[in-house]
């Protein structure tokens, strides 16, 4: 059962804005963006990021792992959804409705 008491999948959102004024601030909006990309995330618009967790367990690794990272200036939102409130999301390019991404596909050994 996860986060959300049932047994959907999860998807963690990190939205993010970090200052740029200086060299080193680049440098940690850049770091910080490479950590969620390493770490699985992929970017659904500038400065937001997701990932899809197979468990609530799994999404706390990740945002331990987002947390441990987050850089000293900035604001930083976490949220997770489940698989069929992700999949209710509308996107757009312009006025054209595209599909959302999918979760991956998982492998089940029995």
């Not at 400065?47 to 947390?67: I, L």
Request: hydrophobic share 40%; net charge positive; with cysteine.
């Amino acid at each position: 059962m996860n986060f959300f008491g049932g047994l959907d999948t999860v998807w963690m959102v990190v939205m993010f804005d970090l200052p740029t004024e200086t060299v080193a601030d680049r440098r940690r909006y850049a770091q910080f963006r490479k950590m969620l990309i390493k770490d699985g995330f992929m970017m659904l618009q500038f400065s937001v990021y997701g990932r899809h967790c197979p468990s609530d367990e799994n999404a706390q690794v990740h945002e331990k792992r987002v947390t441990w990272a987050l850089p000293p200036k900035g604001n930083v939102r976490i949220i997770r959804v489940t698989e069929k409130q992700y999949a209710r999301m509308k996107t757009f390019y312009g006025k054209k409705p595209v599909k959302s991404e999918e979760p991956p596909q998982q492998l089940s050994f029995f």
